[in-house]
């Protein structure tokens, strides 16, 4: 029976370093897609920003 309960605790550790190291992958994922999609926006707006300097 003890060893039962062992075996359970040591279950759940487990499980919740997993959950730990899932989130740390899901959180890198949305850094990426984060820079993905504003990276672009940034350009465009320096562009946009150099075609009105270049008209003033």
Do not use: D, G, N
């Given at each position: 029976?003890?060893?039962?309960?062992?075996?359970?605790?040591?279950?759940?550790?487990a499980?919740s370093?997993?959950?730990s190291?899932?989130?740390?992958?899901?959180?890198?994922?949305?850094?990426?897609?984060?820079?993905?999609?504003?990276?672009?926006?940034?350009?465009?707006?320096?562009?946009?920003?150099?075609?009105?300097d270049?008209?003033?």
């Open positions: 029976m003890l060893a039962a309960i062992k075996a359970i605790l040591s279950e759940e550790r499980q370093e997993w959950s190291v899932y989130m740390l992958i899901i959180l890198i994922i949305a850094a990426l897609l984060l820079i993905a999609v504003i990276k672009p926006m940034f350009r465009q707006s320096q562009q946009i920003v150099q075609k009105t270049a008209k003033l």
